[in-house]
């Protein structure tokens, strides 16, 4: 069995179809060759467990907490509520 050198393994978004796929891109890494079929509910569903378990971290220290927000460089924010905090 073939080690896979994670360094050339990418997480991107297809230009057509905006689909998240996992990869290997070419050496001018600007194309892929090998690519796996969508992958985005696979991926929203690791992000969302990711930023469900970090909430539960925060929370246990800091219980007035309601949310998790991740913020990017651009501006853009990623936010997570519980299901309980939704429904009141």
Do not use: C
């Not at 600007?30 to 909430?55: C, G, L, P, W």
């Not at 219980?63 to 853009?76: C, D, K």
């Amino acid at each position: 069995m073939s080690k896979i050198k994670w360094d050339d393994i990418v997480i991107a978004t297809t230009f057509l179809g905006n689909q998240i796929v996992i990869g290997k891109l070419n050496k001018d890494k600007r194309f892929f060759v090998d690519k796996s079929s969508d992958r985005t509910n696979q991926v929203i569903t690791a992000v969302y467990q990711h930023m469900k378990a970090e909430f539960e971290n925060e929370k246990d220290n800091d219980e007035t907490i309601t949310n998790l927000e991740f913020n990017f460089e651009s501006g853009g924010k990623l936010i997570y509520v519980p299901a309980k905090e939704i429904e009141q």
